[in-house]
């Protein structure tokens, strides 16, 4: 059976050295960034800060509003919040043409990575019909859903309209 020469074996080696030295930098390249975080982290996002408009007209349409925080590497979209106490809950955002305000409904909501959504009544806040026989203090239950984080579950504070901002 015929054997490679010294010679030969040295030539396939040399040959594949430039790919077995690419595969050892890129491996150890993504080694680091995985290791510093730059691979990033799910989405991990929490609600804080719920509070509930007290409407002017009981049983009216009021605003509910939310602080969400996200600590995880991803950003998540809020994409709908439900209440057993209150009917449909509508995500919008205040839109503000030649000085009058008009309501426009949004699909979802941005929550960045490692940042803050601050819903607010004159931005993006979350239309309720309010239920009847609200009071001021009283807790109302809510759960908001995201597209990848679970659903988070908060009572919302009822206030008066200024105590909302």
């Known amino acids: 059976m015929p054997t490679k020469s ?8 040399r040959s594949a050295l430039p790919a077995v030295a690419a595969c050892a930098v890129t491996l150890g ?13 799910p989405a ?11 409407p002017a007209d009981p049983g009216g349409q009021t605003a509910v509003v939310f602080q969400l925080r996200n ?4 950003d ?3 994409v709908s919040v439900t209440s057993p106490r209150t009917g449909p809950v509508r995500l ?5 043409r030649d000085g009058a305000g008009s309501m426009a ?13 601050t819903m607010s009544p004159f931005g993006l806040d979350a239309m309720v019909d309010a239920p009847h026989g609200l009071s001021l ?21 009822v206030v008066r309209p200024q105590d909302a901002t």
Not at 71 to 74: I, R
């Open 6 to 13: 010294a010679a030969a074996v040295a030539t396939s080696l």
């Open 29 to 41: 390249g993504l080694t680091a960034w995985t290791t510093l975080g730059g691979a990033g982290s």
């Open 44 to 54: 991990a996002v929490g609600v804080t800060d719920a509070r509930l408009i007290m």
């Open 71 to 74: 600590t995880g590497g991803a």
């Open 76 to 78: 998540d979209d809020l």
């Open 92 to 96: 919008a955002h205040t839109v503000v």
């Open 105 to 117: 409904m949004v699909d979802a909501a941005t929550v960045p990575a490692h940042g803050t959504l």
């Open 137 to 157: 203090g009283q807790l109302v239950p809510f759960v908001l859903h995201f597209r990848d984080s679970p659903p988070q579950r908060i009572a919302a504070v």
